[in-house]
């Protein structure tokens, strides 16, 4: 085992999970932007929605705070 090693794992982990969320409930691989500027404004956006959602989930009480699911219409 390296030095930091298991750290390591704990930060890789965190960002595929990250990845993974952004890719599967958000959708960041259609986004439809056509240009660098279109892209962060849709990017942006999809994670203030996604901010929004957690919040309100935290809120109100809901057993899962990250699950979109309430919101998938």
């Not at 993974?20 to 929605?49: I, M, N, P, S, Y």
């Not at 959602?53 to 705070?65: D, E, L, Q, R, S």
């Amino acid at each position: 085992a390296r030095y930091g090693e298991p750290m390591l794992k704990k930060v890789r982990q965190l960002i595929e999970s990250v990845n993974d969320t952004l890719k599967g409930q958000l959708d960041l691989e259609q986004h439809g932007g056509r240009t660098f500027d279109g892209v962060a404004v849709r990017v942006a956006q999809r994670l203030l929605a996604m901010t929004a959602a957690i919040w309100h989930n935290n809120k109100t009480g809901a057993p899962v705070t990250r699950s979109l699911i309430a919101y998938d219409h």
